[in-house]
């Protein structure tokens, strides 16, 4: 006779944990009780000791799919004689701690409910169970229970409530259960917001959608704006009115068979696809793809997702084709997610809008990701793995808040050795943006039982980021530049914030430690000390941020750099397309430093080489020219340009003058783009490469991580990873977080590990 507490932690709440424990003891003749408290699952267990020790095995071996145990905790005590294995009521704590799983695509049991004529749930777009649902966008509070999310209004119905009560049964426990008599209720409006009476809001929505008309639908996260992916006018319309020119659309498909029309699917990126996240892939077109051209233009990939709630599926096995699925807002604006503010936000874009009564706690966009190298790379992280934490093998002194960027932030708040990273909070440029922000930290301190004694942010004194964390009171401080963050950020992903290594980080601007502009770097980077040992010649920017939004300014700027004055002469398209006076004002304000910092960015480089090769002179959407300038590319090229690659006082400065000069001379002889972007792609892989190998070769370090927004480039990364490899070096991506600055919060608080 054995007898044992057993403390389990991680994600094992929502999840059909409690249920599953029970069964498990049950078929095994356990005795003894299971509860869930606010730091996880607690378990009293006696029987024989074959027994105790097949049930500690079977607790991990056979866990729900949707639990993530973190650890198991046994102590052995006195048996207490039980007679029977019982579910204890939740016992609230001071301490909240239980991690909050984010949300679920519907599992093959739900969805088999949904399609049985028979079954009360037969098309209910709200079912769900233990093993899958809605969670981090319903949550409220801490422990995880029906009064503590959006669900609370709705008043189980006697089945509903059997269900949940019954420790057999899949809905035991499950907050938002729900069904036709009880749960919430699918509603349509006109765009003048008349209620359209009918018997099916979906298959109704379905024949709106099939006359090529624009829907706003409500999901899980927030609002989509739908429309026949296969109908260029319906698509075109939604382009227009919702001011977004050239960024490419995601689409939803049925299922795996569907999405193989529209691209080439990798093993890799079917298991992607499928897995319970179900994020957006970014794959590559199919050669006769039937999607009508406005919805990825000049674009060779394409953006997939399978449905992930009922409703998504219903809609799209009645549709049957495939659907344009963006995310419900204005241009740059955050996605909607209140009803009200939908209506009148959306209200010019949309037709009919579909929508629901279950509340939309936290806003949570589509997450994005493709394969490179063999796993998965993120682009954005939010639903499906927000709030999941990261752990980065090492633990924590203190509670810490990270407050992020700018562009495409997300905060964290940490603390032992876990990271919580937010849901996408988005571009930090607008009040509304912000509010989300302040709304999360509070919401996210909450959940995670997280008191920040430090909060660490950018050096950028004019990040609505950094300017909220220098207004916090009583809290300690840090500050840390946005490059070195993207290195840490890598190294905590990786697991290895012990480790010395070479820090490569290539991105678009983040303010330097000399007041330049950052964004080509090479680091020494070793614990807390990270030294700037590299970077990009400095260029000037032109008119700083307006730059970004015209790339050919970027290009005018790096044709004066490496031709002088007689720039001017050169018979370039770029020179052609834009007006004298403006080319004449550029280039004097570069000569003379008016209003135009030096910045050592890869992105604007690539944003220079875009221009003069004529693909994009001014950009709609972050990185255009840059991805366009990839999409371009012939990559089978063998030939590159050549950076000068030299050393100034101990740092290697990498000098593009050279390959500029090679773009123009190949465009000056008729060369096709294709290629250009291919020798430009060999030329800035070489020499980051070369850089990183010389650096290895000085400090001894055979480790090398690679960070930065222009990695979202998974051509150039390819291109690195290669070379470094052959060369003998262990090259370390990101697999947790993106590399862009979506992942800058993880780097900061790693960064807090050093600054007691
Ligand atoms: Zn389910
Ligand atoms: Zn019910
Ligand atoms: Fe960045």
Redesign the pocket.
């Known amino acids: 006779m054995k007898s044992f507490t057993i403390k389990i932690t991680g994600i094992v709440q929502g999840v059909g944990f409690r249920p599953f424990v029970f069964n498990l003891a049950k078929s095994l003749g356990i005795k003894g009780w299971v509860l869930n408290d606010s730091r996880g699952v607690l378990i009293e267990a006696e029987g024989d000791d074959a027994v105790v020790d097949e049930f500690l095995r079977r607790l991990r071996s056979d866990a729900p799919k949707a639990a993530e145990i973190e650890n198991v905790e046994t102590a052995e005590m006195e048996p207490r004689g039980y007679a029977d294995f019982i579910i204890k009521k939740s016992e609230r704590e001071i301490e909240k701690t239980a991690a909050i799983s984010p949300d679920i695509a519907t599992c093959p049991d739900c969805l088999a409910d949904v399609a049985d004529k028979g079954n009360r749930r037969f098309r209910y777009a709200f079912t769900n169970c233990t093993n899958c649902g809605p969670r981090l966008t319903i949550i409220k509070d801490v422990p995880y229970d029906r009064p503590n999310t959006t669900m609370a209004e709705f008043r189980m119905c006697p089945d509903c409530l059997r269900e949940y009560e019954d420790p057999r049964d899949r809905r035991f426990h499950a907050q938002p259960n729900a069904c036709p008599v009880c749960g919430p209720a699918l509603a349509l409006f006109d765009r003048d917001g008349k209620k359209h009476e009918c018997r099916d809001a979906i298959a109704e929505a379905v024949q709106i959608l099939k006359s090529g008309k624009i829907l706003a639908v409500k999901g899980l996260g927030g609002y989509h704006l739908a429309c026949d992916a296969e109908n260029e006018t319906a698509t075109a319309a939604l382009r227009s009115r919702k001011y977004r020119e050239d960024k490419p659309f995601a689409v939803m498909v049925q299922d795996l068979a569907a999405a193989q029309r529209f691209a080439v699917i990798s093993k890799k990126e079917k298991e992607i696809l499928l897995s319970k996240e179900r994020p957006i892939v970014i794959l590559k077109k199919a050669t006769h793809t039937p999607v009508a051209p406005s919805v990825a233009p000049r674009n060779r990939n394409i953006g997939i997702m399978l449905p992930y709630t009922p409703l998504h599926h219903l809609l799209i096995n009645d549709f049957g084709g495939v659907l344009v699925m963006t995310s419900g807002n204005l241009s740059d604006e955050p996605i909607s997610f209140q009803d009200g503010e939908a209506k009148t936000r959306l209200n010019k874009i949309y037709d009919f809008i579909l929508t629901h009564d279950r509340g939309i706690e936290t806003r949570c966009d589509d997450s994005v990701v493709r394969a490179a190298e063999g796993g998965i790379y993120f682009v954005r992280r939010s639903r499906g793995y927000a709030p999941r934490a990261v752990k980065i093998g090492r633990k924590l002194p203190k509670h810490v808040l990270a407050v992020g960027?700018m562009l495409k932030n997300t905060f964290a708040v940490a603390k032992n050795d876990r990271v919580y990273i937010s849901h996408h909070i988005g571009d930090l440029e607008n009040a509304e943006t912000f509010a989300a922000f302040e709304k999360g930290i509070g919401h996210f301190k909450k959940m995670f039982d997280v008191s920040p004694e430090a909060v660490v942010h950018d050096l950028h004194p004019d990040y609505l980021s950094t300017k909220y964390a220098l207004a916090l009171e009583g809290v300690r401080k840090i500050p840390l530049q946005?490059?070195k963050a993207?290195v840490f950020s890598l190294k905590a992903d990786a697991g290895i914030l012990d480790r010395p290594i070479i820090g490569v980080s290539m991105?678009?601007t983040?303010y330097g430690e000399d007041g330049k502009i950052w964004g080509g770097e090479f680091f020494i980077s070793d614990g807390g000390e990270m030294k700037r040992a590299g970077h990009l010649a400095y260029l000037p920017l032109p008119g700083g941020d307006a730059a970004v939004k015209e790339p050919w300014r970027m290009g005018v700027s790096a044709l004066r750099e490496a031709f002088g004055d007689s720039f001017l002469d050169l018979e370039l398209e770029i020179l052609k397309k834009h007006p004298k006076e403006k080319i004449m004002i550029i280039a004097e304000a570069v000569k003379k430093g008016i209003n135009s910092p030096l910045c050592s960015s890869a992105g604007r480089l690539f944003d220079a080489v875009s221009a003069i090769a004529g693909v994009c002179y001014a950009s709609n959407y972050e990185g255009q020219a840059a991805v366009e300038f990839e999409q371009a590319g012939d990559f089978s090229v063998p030939d590159s340009y050549e950076f000068e690659i030299s050393k100034h006082d101990g740092m290697f400065i990498l000098d593009p003058k050279p390959v500029i000069k090679g773009v123009v001379a190949d465009m000056l002889g008729g060369t096709l783009v294709s290629l250009i972007s291919g020798k430009f792609h060999n030329a800035l892989a070489s020499a980051v490469s070369e850089t990183a190998l010389a650096l290895s070769k000085e400090s001894g370090l055979k480790e090398c991580g690679l960070s930065?927004?222009v990695f979202q480039n998974v051509t150039l990364l390819g291109k690195i990873v290669k070379l470094l490899e052959k060369a003998g070096l262990r090259v370390y991506i990101h697999r947790r977080v993106p590399p862009?600055?979506g992942g800058?919060s993880l780097g900061q608080a790693a960064y807090s590990l050093w600054s007691e």
């Open positions: 960027a946005h490059h993207h991105d678009g983040g930065g927004g862009n600055d800058i």
